[in-house]
């Protein structure tokens, strides 16, 4: 073998090493191209994890505030209902004193005739009195014969009589109201022991 024929094997053995170093170059940045794809992919998964909880959790606090909002909405309609109903409480409170001294003075015996006429006016005011509160649903609660109830009644007094059964509202000392299903008042009233 000539030594050009050495130095062209020789040639082609470099040749072919660096052919060899070359492809492994190229397999080797393939290789870190593919694994840095992999890291940004898992990167990209995990930043898409992420911005999936937050949009969970900001979902579930969504709904959540609807919830309460909603709560809120009936709440507020449920006491503008109550305040409707109940509108003419105050005026109601005020007139019932009013109400409470027609009463008495009608109660009086009048033996004159000239007072008659004055008495039949008072009868005349104290029931348009009465009905303008009818009308605004106050009712008076009916208590004389019947069973004593603390919502209704409001004992002031006590007295024994073994004709009438126990527990019983004997007499009514100041009449009680309700207006609508509300207790305005008590009626006050002597209970039988």
Same mark, same amino acid.
């Given at each position: 073998?000539?030594? &050009?024929?050495?130095?062209?094997?020789?040639?082609?053995?470099?040749?072919?090493?660096?052919?060899?170093?070359?492809?492994?170059?190229?397999?080797?940045?393939?290789?870190?191209?593919?694994?840095?794809?992999?890291?940004?992919?898992?990167? !990209?998964?995990?930043?898409?994890?992420?911005?999936?909880?937050?949009?969970? /959790? *900001?979902?579930?606090? *969504? *709904?959540?505030?609807?919830?309460?909002?909603? $709560?809120?909405?009936?709440?507020? %309609?449920? =006491?503008? =209902?109550?305040?409707? %109903?109940? &509108? +003419?409480? /105050?005026? @109601?409170?005020?007139?019932?004193?009013? @109400?409470?001294?027609?009463?008495?003075?009608?109660?009086? =015996?009048?033996?004159?005739?000239?007072?008659?006429?004055?008495?039949?006016?008072?009868?005349?005011?104290?029931?348009?009195?009465?009905?303008? *509160?009818?009308?605004?649903?106050?009712?008076?609660? %009916?208590?004389?014969?019947?069973?004593?109830?603390?919502?209704?009644?409001?004992?002031?007094?006590?007295? +024994?009589?073994? +004709?009438?059964?126990? $527990?019983?509202?004997?007499?009514?000392?100041? &009449?009680?109201?309700? !207006?609508?299903?509300?207790?305005?008042?008590?009626?006050?009233?002597?209970?039988?022991?």
């Amino acid at each position: 073998m000539t030594d &050009k024929e050495n130095q062209n094997e020789q040639v082609v053995d470099e040749r072919e090493e660096v052919e060899a170093v070359v492809e492994d170059e190229v397999i080797a940045e393939q290789e870190v191209e593919t694994l840095e794809e992999t890291k940004e992919q898992d990167s !990209l998964q995990a930043e898409l994890s992420k911005v999936q909880q937050e949009k969970d /959790e *900001l979902y579930q606090k *969504l *709904l959540r505030a609807q919830a309460d909002f909603d $709560n809120f909405r009936r709440r507020a %309609k449920k =006491e503008r =209902e109550a305040d409707l %109903k109940y &509108k +003419s409480q /105050e005026l @109601v409170t005020e007139l019932l004193p009013v @109400v409470d001294n027609f009463d008495r003075a009608l109660k009086l =015996e009048v033996n004159e005739d000239t007072m008659q006429g004055f008495v039949d006016g008072m009868n005349m005011v104290y029931r348009q009195l009465t009905q303008a *509160l009818e009308k605004a649903g106050v009712e008076e609660i %009916k208590s004389e014969g019947e069973q004593f109830d603390p919502h209704l009644h409001q004992a002031v007094m006590q007295e +024994s009589d073994d +004709s009438k059964e126990p $527990n019983t509202v004997m007499e009514v000392l100041q &009449k009680g109201y309700i !207006l609508k299903d509300r207790v305005i008042r008590p009626a006050m009233v002597k209970v039988n022991q």
